[in-house]
């Protein structure tokens, strides 16, 4: 009787757990998976890149879950690729390999001044308040009272809806406890947020955008001048349903906001402004911003024209990309593992057997969590086909390596314990359905609470 196919998967984010589904439903449960993290906590950027106050997009992690409860599935946590297991050990253990490690850096604006205290990647201000445990001791100066957040995606949208936020309304999501103090200290009242282009070129949701202009303590602007629309953006905003929508909601914004509403704190949308240089001896004192427009070709260009603004903080949200794995093929113009249909690709332009990409290292930072369902699906789909029939190479099991080294591994049954911990912790401080824990020691200590 034939052996099932084994498969390890490297990174237990979204892309990751889909392709263990598929690799489930499309054998009929005849494989084995295993699913790598180097965290304690499965489920990557659902639980560490979406907002806290998202609710409804967070609640993807139950359907995550059923994927790691299934018979032939494994979690592995505090595992981690370079460091505890190398490439070769993979190959030795797993009839093929399929990288799912995301992108996890922010891109560089590349400007004077961006080295400075006060200049940081949204990246490392969404770890913190999302709990990740690299950036449990990070601290950012909430002091200041006005901030820049340069980029009009979703993710600058999510960071500025944060800082405008008060710390009471947060309360009811996992936010760390630490954090929620930090937060209850901002003297934060004005945030600007930027976008090189113009309303037609924003990157964020409609819905994500409405809900910056429904927020209770804080005003939001954007100068009527912004709103101007050349002709072949005023053509997309004709037929483009998303960007029509967009319009729309930054239209109701051109009006100063009531009095009542800029009580605590002001948000100003400042489109056709691109970062020149940050200011600042010691640390951020301010934003050189020059004004932009775009070319005949649809190109992005500046006109000449500056303003400084005055803040204290910098948040930087232009882009992520993903770094090299050890000894896996790596394209550093695209950030991307080279690949076809998830197959890896070698130096040659032919594949690598039995290794595979999925998700944004595989396609780059593009598209929703959903997206991730059918990019895994078809990386699986060429797996299967290239491993049907041939010889295993598998050499020992994956227990047998791990014991060999001594390495404590965290199971599914330890992420429980984590996952009850945080649970109970919210029923204590009276906050919502769980509060966070993370620091490595917290978290490690409640994965072997039951020991």
């Avoid at 084995?32 to 965290?39: A, K």
Wanted: proline share 6%; charged share 30%.
């Amino acid at each position: 009787m034939a052996q099932p196919v084994r498969v390890a998967v490297i990174g237990s984010g979204p892309a990751g757990i889909y392709a263990a589904e598929a690799l489930v439903k499309q054998t009929d449960g005849d494989v084995r998976v295993d699913v790598f993290d180097r965290l304690p906590t499965p489920y990557g950027l659902v639980r560490y890149g979406v907002a806290p106050d998202h609710k409804s997009i967070k609640s993807i992690a139950r359907y995550l879950q059923k994927v790691l409860e299934t018979p032939g599935v494994r979690f592995f946590g505090c595992v981690e690729l370079g460091r505890d297991l190398t490439r070769a050990d993979l190959l030795d253990c797993y009839d093929a390999v399929i990288y799912s490690t995301g992108a996890m850096v922010d891109r560089h604006m590349r400007i004077p001044g961006e080295d400075l205290p006060g200049s940081i990647a949204a990246t490392d201000f969404v770890n913190w308040y999302c709990g990740h445990p690299d950036a449990a001791d990070h601290e950012f100066d909430l002091s200041v009272e006005e901030v820049a957040v340069i980029g009009v995606g979703n993710v600058a949208v999510d960071v500025v809806r944060i800082l405008a936020k008060t710390a009471d309304e947060l309360r009811e999501t996992d936010v760390p406890e630490q954090v929620i103090e930090a937060l209850s200290g901002s003297r934060v009242k004005r945030v600007h947020m930027i976008g090189r282009r113009g309303p037609a070129q924003a990157k964020f949701t409609t819905k994500e955008a409405r809900e910056l202009g429904e927020l209770p303590n804080a005003g939001i602007h954007v100068s009527p001048e912004d709103m101007d629309l050349d002709p072949a953006s005023a053509e997309l905003a004709e037929s483009d349903r998303h960007v029509r929508g967009n319009v729309k909601v930054l239209n109701t914004w051109t009006a100063e906001p009531p009095a009542d509403r800029l009580r605590l704190r002001r948000i100003d949308v400042r489109f056709w402004r691109a970062p020149a240089e940050i200011v600042g001896t010691d640390r951020v004192e301010g934003l050189r911003l020059e004004k932009t427009r775009l070319d005949d070709n649809g190109r992005v260009t500046g006109t000449g024209e500056f303003e400084t603004l005055p803040v204290g903080m910098v948040l930087r949200s232009v882009g992520y990309q993903s770094v090299p794995l050890d000894g896996v093929p790596f394209d550093e113009r695209t950030h991307t593992v080279p690949n076809e249909g998830g197959r890896i690709l070698g130096p040659d332009g032919s594949p690598v057997p039995r290794e595979y990409v999925a998700g944004w290292i595989k396609r780059g930072p593009t598209g929703v969590v959903g997206t991730n369902k059918s990019d895994a699906a078809e990386t699986v789909r060429n797996l299967l086909e290239d491993v049907s029939g041939s010889p295993t190479g598998r050499k020992l099991t994956i227990e047998e390596l791990l014991e060999s080294r001594g390495l404590r591994v965290v199971t599914y049954d330890d992420w429980l314990n984590l996952d009850a911990a945080e649970i109970a912790l919210a029923r204590r401080l009276d906050r919502g359905e769980r509060v966070k824990l993370a620091r490595w020691e917290a978290m490690t200590s409640a994965c072997r609470r039951r020991e």
